[in-house]
Structure formats: C-alpha cells, structure tokens
C-alpha cells in the first residue's frame, strides 16, 4: 500500500513519523511533500526511506491513500491543482483539516460526481507527535474494509474512534482542545506543588507523571474514575476534603462549560 501525505508539516509530519514506527506501511512507500527542503529535511531525519518532493501531482499518481494535512484555508486549491492526477474512483482521500466538511472536500476531489468518491476526515490530536493521539475518523462512500484500513493507519499514532461526522464538533472540543485543558489542570497543580514545598520543575514532573498514572489505571482497568477515586478517599481523610474544596469552587462545572464553549 502507497501511501502520499500531502503537506508534510506538523501533522503530516507526525503521521508520517506513525506510519514509518508502524507496521502497515513500508517506509519507502509513505511519499511526502512540502513547500520548503527545510521542512522536507526534517522528514528525512525522521526516516531516510522515507520519498520527499515538493511535487504533489507525482506523491499523489501511485498512492493508493492520499493524506492530505495542508492548512484548511490551501486545501481547496490544492486539491484543484490535483484534480487532473488523482482517480477519485480507486483512490481514498483522508482530510485532516479542522472544519472542512465531507461533502465539501467530495465536491473539491471530483466536481463532476462528488457522492462517489470515497472520502475520509481524519482529526488527531498533537500528541500523535508521541504516537498517542485520540483520533476520531469520519468518511463517506467507504466500505468496511476501507473504514477499517484507515482506522488501522490512524491506530499507529495512537487510538481512533470511528464517528458520525456530526460528532466531529465535539469529538474535536473533548481530545484536540481537551489536551489544553489537560495541561492547564497540570499547570495549575505545579504552580500548587510549588506552593506547598516543591521546585517548580520537581512539582510538574509529579503533576505530569500522577495525571499518565490516573489515564494508565483507568484505561487498563476500565473503571469509571469514581471507583478509582473511592479507593484514595478515606472517610474523614485529606483526599475527599481537597475534592471537595475543588467542587466547591466549580471544578466539574468549570470543566463541562469550557468544553461546551468549543462547540
Ligand atoms: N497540528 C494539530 O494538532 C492538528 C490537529 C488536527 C488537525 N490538524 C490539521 O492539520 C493540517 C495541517 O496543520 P499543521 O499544524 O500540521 O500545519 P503546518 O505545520 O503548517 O503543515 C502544513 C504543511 O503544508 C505544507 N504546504 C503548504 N502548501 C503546500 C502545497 N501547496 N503543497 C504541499 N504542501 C504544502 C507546508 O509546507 P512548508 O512547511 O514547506 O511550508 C507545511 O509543511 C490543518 O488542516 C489542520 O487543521 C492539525
């Protein structure tokens, strides 16, 4: 399987980077492009096997999987310039551009008949730049097996979740703008840490590896957080009065309002 990542950046570049660690694809067949050898050096770095051009029309004839990771704003006339080289009814087009619609990107790869062609919206999260990335894909025209291969490529950096595209919205509000409100709970506990006795880069490495210790317990047990968390409140103890003062102070409310505010 040829695969070509069209805009070799950041998140091109990360998918890049799961593919090569990862098993599905041969590195000498992910082809990626960029404007600048500046940014396609970088891919080489990652993977020399790995084919760079500047030239998308040649990344984009062989492949079978077109990724395509420009900036949403360059995507409609990147695919037009494509147009007259890509095969709308053999190969699958994968989009991860924030807000770009399926029927959008389906009108843009193949104007004339844009409900057959076979198209999927990818969203990652950053930390597909660690291979953990929570990745929601949405697609339409696709089959199973097609559903499934994506998912596989997408399940190199991390874990994904097939969606109905309206889940999209909310899907991007709880993982992409979530890993802020991840940080800025870890950043708020360090700035705590230090408060109570800690150097500053003492209490981020605790807050850091107590918040992969709590997402580890509740992804291997599968346990609802309350479970986890009745077992470190003892009646009477310091835990259940720190939660408290939390909730006290709006911590849930906080959370669930800032998420819906993405939307
Ligand atoms: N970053 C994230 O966390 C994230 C998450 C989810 C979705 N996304 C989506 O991913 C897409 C890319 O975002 P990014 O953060 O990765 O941006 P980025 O780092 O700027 O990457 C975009 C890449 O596109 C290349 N490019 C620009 N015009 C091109 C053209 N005509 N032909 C080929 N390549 C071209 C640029 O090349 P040069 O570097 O040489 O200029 C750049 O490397 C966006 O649509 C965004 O919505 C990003």
Partial sequence: MKVAIIGAGNMGGAIAAGLAKGKLVQSSDIICTARTQATLDKIKAIDPDIVTTNDNAFATKEADIVILAVK???????IADLREHIDPFKQIFVSVA????????????????PSYATVFRAIPNTAAAVLESMTFI???????????????????????????????PAGTALASCGIAFAMRYIRAASEGGVEIGFRPEEARKIVEYTVKGAAELLLASGNNPEVEIDKVTTAGGITIKGLNEM?????TSAVIKGLKACL
Avoid at 72 to 78: C, Q
């Fill in 72 to 78: 949403p704003w360059l995507m409609e006339e990147v």
């Fill in 98 to 113: 924030a807000g770009i619609t399926l029927e959008e990107l389906g009108g843009w790869i193949s104007p004339s008949s």
């Fill in 138 to 168: 949405a697609s339409t025209n696709a089959d199973e097996d097609q559903i499934k291969m994506v998912c596989d490529i997408f399940d190199e950096m991390g874990t994904t979740m097939y969606v109905e595209e309206r889940l999209i």
């Fill in 247 to 251: 909730e006290h102070e709006g911590f």
